[in-house]
């Protein structure tokens, strides 16, 4: 039995001497080994939740459909930064590049006609917006078919003091006194030569707005320094961005310059019309288009009905293609109740409407159908867009309520139209042509 025991005794000191002696230190750097593995592994759990969740993200904000354009973008803009601010920014993000898109094709029905070109859509962004042509690929990106830079001046000019910008936003409206503040016209040539391709081949369709399906429009203004009656202004911008613009538009109707919409009177118009006809008509067909540019006249909603028939009779006789109806009105509807109602400009938005609509009305009853009028005034809906069709018009644009509802705006018309149009199981050309001809004046 001793000898068992130191049997037992040597051996347990044996496995004592030869089991492994774990120190502290040891202890804690397995300890430090298993808490940075699973520290490791939580850093790149965060990393990919943060890269998916940024990827989501970028997805979402660059869909011009998504909800925090309109209701949080937006307003957020508008309620920190005054109303001219607001609208710089808006230019900048759009022509960096780095702006929402409109990922959906447009539906068949809405396809629209405009003199001898095929537009994907019939709605537009109206001049005021990109004044001196920086987003015109950012815009278009957004869903428009027809897309209006301008007004731009021959020589650059500050336009009226600040400030100048005024939102109404119980009424939905805008009152602006910008008086065409313009870089000029070196600045915006210098950008529209630089968005043609290095090495651009001309087709049957190929559009000065380089993209299919929409056409670029420029719209000519006048430097507040140059002669009232003088349609030199106008001549020199025919010249100058002609080979640039699939239209250009003769800007006779902004309340901001002091006498111009004195050039809607008769003979100053007949004068107008033919000086920057014969301007067009000399023009080479465009390097970028192979055609001339087309001129449209775009008129103020405060004309007496004398006075739109006595401009329906000019455009008549005239060679101009089209009519925009209408610019910004100098009235002040009773309706009116925001505070900013009482400054001076031109007010736009929903209050305008039904006054551009009866001026439509009205000129369209005295042109003939082969004179297409663009509507333009208080239109943020599908259903304002189709009120425009039936009253003759035969594309829209919009404007103020682009500013109050954002980068959506141009798709959520569009889908509310088409809705509207598949209901009545008819389309947007249908509904133009109907109209046109039986409101428009009957040649003889």
Known sequence: MAATHLRTTGFRHVL????????????????????????SARTAVYATAFAASVGLFAVYYYDARSAIHRYVLTPVLRRTFD?????????????SGLGPRDPVQDDERLRSEFLGRELSNPVGLAAG??????????????????????????????????????????????????GFPSQGAASMISRLRARIPKFHETKDDTTAALKPGSVLAINLGKNKSSPVESPDDFVTGV?????????????VSSPNTPGLRGLQNRELLEDLLT????????????????????????????????????????IRKSSIDGVIVSNT????????????????????????????????????????????????GGISTGADALDYARAGASLIQVYTGFGYDGVGTCRRIKDELEALLRAENTTWKAVVDESVQKLSLTEP
């Open 129 to 178: 917006f990109d004044k001196d042509g920086e987003a015109i690929d950012g815009i278009l990106n957004l869903g428009f078919s027809w897309v209006e830079i301008g007004s731009v001046t021959p020589k650059p000019q500050p336009g009226n003091p600040k400030p100048r910008v005024f939102h109404l936003p119980d009424d939905a409206a805008l009152i602006n006194r910008y």
């Open 275 to 314: 000086s920057v006809t014969k301007a067009r008509d000399e023009l080479e067909p465009s390097p970028i288009t192979a055609r001339r540019p087309r001129l449209v006249l775009k008129i103020a909603p405060d004309l007496e009905e004398s006075q739109i028939i006595d401009i329906a009779d000019l």
């Open 83 to 95: 109303a001219e601010t607001g609208h710089k920014i808006a230019v900048k993000v759009l022509r």
């Open 329 to 376: 009105t100098i009235s002040r509807p009773a309706s009116l109740t925001d505070p900013n109602k009482s400054e001076m400009g031109g007010l736009s938005g929903a209050p305008l409407k039904p006054r551009a609509l009866q001026v439509l009305k009205t000129l369209r009853a005295h042109v003939p159908a082969s004179i297409p009028l663009i509507g333009c």
């Open 239 to 251: 010249k100058t961005f002609g080979p640039y613009a699939d239209v250009l538009v003769v800007n």
């Open 16 to 39: 004592r001497r030869q089991a492994p002696h774990h120190s502290p230190v040891f202890a804690r750097r397995l300890t430090t080994a298993s808490s940075s593995s699973q520290s």
